[in-house]
């Protein structure tokens, strides 16, 4: 019955079945890799544990990547502070992120939402290259990233992280447990942190960081009967951020809307309602129903100097999935429907973009799988849009062992989906750019729904070298659009366009990695990364701004034996080499105020020491770009941030210098 209940959860929310069989069975935690990939499943995925998350300073969702070399991290702008992640050479608008399979990131939160999930609330991450399942639906080009929280039936009754930075961040969480009942438990989340103090380390009259604030509260509840086979989760979470940045004597209650001194203020509410209620059937284990519902209502309220953009986005969900077999369990399937619909109240200055969009779309999934040496996954789904109109979506994925410890993978697949050109692209509103939408056929803005073809081949292959294990990859992947929402900064440094592609664009991305145990408990991962995305402007083909085409990465972590009570040393390096990077036109401004074609090259360097005293205490120190490598010129025209040159958006390299921080983790068990 215990099999039965673990295929049904697998099944029913789409979770990877390696990721979820080895977290659940792995007895020996200290053994399990940070960073697992399964030569036996059929997408090309990596599993991020939890182990992986406390390597680094992970203070939420949009800093859990930077050990991972699949992900690329970097700033959005230099007031924010804000991380954004890439994948193929893409931004994340173009992959679908979801929370236990219910998309959380999208429409109005895309530019800060990965700072709304705490780090120490996630179990796992499982991040899959390429055109994500039919299953999650339609809108994923270029990948999916799922993040597993802390599940109530598995908890432990206390937990305890305090942060502080140098750079001014506390936070402090807490996680308490309890189990109601045998078949009922609950945990409650809680979240907060702060930046109290002003910095401003290059000296250009601009905070590094903002002034912020943040409450962030879940409380879940989870249902669990083994004998009767249902299972169910309900989640209801409340946050609200603060964020105030701009020039060190700005103060909104005096300066607010006036040219005194350019400041800027984002205040975020955010209501999430999530239930999950699944059914395994109880004489056949593999036959399965599963109905996902989430309402969430997001309002943000900000203004950029004199620039004003309000938007308030209400969502609801609905996914009914159910699984079965053909014949065997070799033949599997999943079919089902969902129904999305979202309301924008949005405010640019004083034009109203406010719009409801919403869908209804049905699916269905064939595996094929010989429990051996190939699989094969077939969806296909059909959804009618009101401003998309009624669409096809196709993916395939495909793998094949050639032989022992080997991996084959390939995929294609079509992505389609709405741009939300304002709230994916705030950074623009701190400058003096004006905002020009050039098409107006169209149906979202006046501009046609982005289309775009993903494909991607992907080889693995495990080895033993000098007598240690070993393992090399190597990944391709292209995404053909048909047509993007092109945002246009190479025209003029004063404007920024928005137009349907005319011509072509494409972006192509090649990963060739290595991994390496040196010793026992002494671990070496390398990454070397190339991007060729060029985009048909309409003043000629250029290499997408602010993406550097050459990355490499690499990561060395070593642990000393456990010792007497959980006593344990571990040590963490990772260094990122970003190759140069095509910046945006700035070509007619004056000589001060202008950037040079491309951005030179630089590394990045992070570290930390965790010292574990027992299995429930433990303390941790660590920085950030140690070798103090900052952007020369972050914020152009800052000496008159209200003048035709100002720009606060054109960020390649950190803006804040060293960084480090300190905290500590305490459990009752």
Not at 207 to 216: E, Y
Not at 265 to 276: H, S
């Amino acid at each position: 019955m215990q099999k039965t209940i673990m295929l049904f959860v697998v099944i029913l929310f789409s979770i990877p079945l390696f990721s979820q069989e080895k977290l659940d069975e792995v007895k020996v935690i200290k053994k399990q890799k940070g960073i697992q990939k399964s030569f036996t499943v059929t997408g090309n995925t990596t599993l991020i544990t939890s182990k992986e998350l406390l390597k680094a300073a992970c203070c939420n969702l949009a800093e859990s990547f930077e050990t991972n070399p699949s992900i690329d991290v970097s700033f959005s702008d230099a007031l924010t502070g804000t991380k954004q992640i890439k994948m193929l050479g893409l931004t994340s608008p173009y992959l679908m992120i979801t929370e236990e399979n219910i998309p959380s990131v999208r429409g109005a939160s895309q530019a800060y939402g990965l700072s709304f999930t705490p780090g120490t609330w996630v179990e796992s991450i499982q991040i899959t290259k390429g055109a994500g399942s039919v299953v999650n639906g339609y809108e994923s080009i270029s990948g999916q990233i799922n993040t597993e929280l802390i599940k109530p039936i598995n908890d432990i009754p206390f937990f305890l992280n305090a942060y502080g930075s140098s750079d001014s961040r506390f936070e402090l969480n807490t996680h308490f447990n309890k189990k109601i009942s045998d078949k009922w438990s609950s945990s409650l989340f809680l979240h907060g942190n702060t930046r109290v103090a002003k910095t401003d380390m290059n000296n250009d009259g601009f905070l590094d960081n903002p002034l912020a604030k943040q409450i962030n509260i879940l409380n879940r509840y989870q249902y669990y009967n083994a004998e009767k086979g249902w299972v169910s989760f309900i989640n209801f979470r409340y946050m609200n951020d603060k964020k105030q940045t701009g020039e060190l004597d700005f103060n909104p209650d005096k300066d607010k809307g006036t040219t005194n001194y350019w400041g800027s203020e984002i205040n975020t509410e955010r209501l999430d309602v999530a239930t999950k209620v699944g059914y395994v059937f109880k004489d056949l284990p593999y036959q399965s129903i599963g109905f996902q519902n989430a309402f969430n209502s997001h309002n943000q309220q900000s203004y950029f100097g004199l620039n004003q953009y309000n938007i308030k986005q209400s969502s609801y969900y609905s996914n009914l999935i159910f699984n079965s077999i053909i014949s065997n369990t070799m033949n599997k399937f999943a079919a089902g429907l969902n129904f999305t619909y979202d309301k924008y109240q949005e405010f640019v200055n004083v034009n109203d973009y406010s719009r409801i969009d919403n869908s209804v779309g049905a699916f269905f999934e064939y595996t094929y799988d010989n429990a051996d040496n190939f699989s094969i996954i077939l969806g296909g789904r059909i959804d009618n849009h009101n401003r998309l109109g009624t669409f096809l979506t196709p993916r395939l994925h495909v793998r094949y062992n050639p032989w022992e410890k080997g991996v084959l993978r390939f995929s294609a697949g079509r992505g389609k989906r709405s741009a939300n050109i304002f709230a994916e692209n705030q950074q623009l509103f701190a400058s003096s750019r004006t905002f020009d939408i050039l098409d107006s056929n169209g149906k979202i803005y006046g501009l046609n729904p982005e289309i775009a073809w993903n494909y991607g081949v992907s080889f693995g292959q495990k080895f033993l070298l000098f007598g240690k294990k070993a393992d090399a990859g190597l990944d391709f992947y292209r995404t053909d659009f048909q047509n993007q929402v092109v945002v246009d900064v190479m025209q003029s440094p004063q404007q920024v366009l928005f137009y349907d592609l005319k011509g072509k664009s494409v972006a192509n991305s090649l990963q060739l990695e290595f991994n390496y145990e040196i010793l026992d408990h002494f671990n070496f991962r390398s990454a070397y990364k190339f991007y060729d995305v060029r985009t048909d402007y309409i003043s000629g083909n250029y290499q997408k701004p602010l993406q550097a085409k050459h990355r490499v990465f690499g990561n060395l972590e070593y642990e000393t034996h456990i010792g007497e009570k959980g006593k344990q040393w571990k040590f963490d390096y990772t260094f990122n080499w970003i190759g140069k990077q095509q910046l945006p036109n700035t070509a007619s401004n004056p000589i001060n105020d202008r950037l040079s074609g491309f951005s030179p090259s630089y590394s990045l360097m992070n570290a930390q020491i965790t010292r574990t005293f027992s299995d429930r205490f433990e303390v941790y120190v660590g920085g950030e770009n140690i070798g103090n490598y900052t952007q020369e010129k972050a914020i152009l025209g800052s000496d008159n941030p209200f003048g035709p040159n100002f720009d606060t958006s054109i960020v390649y390299a950190p803006v804040f210098g060293q960084m480090y921080y300190a905290g500590l983790r305490f459990k009752i068990k």
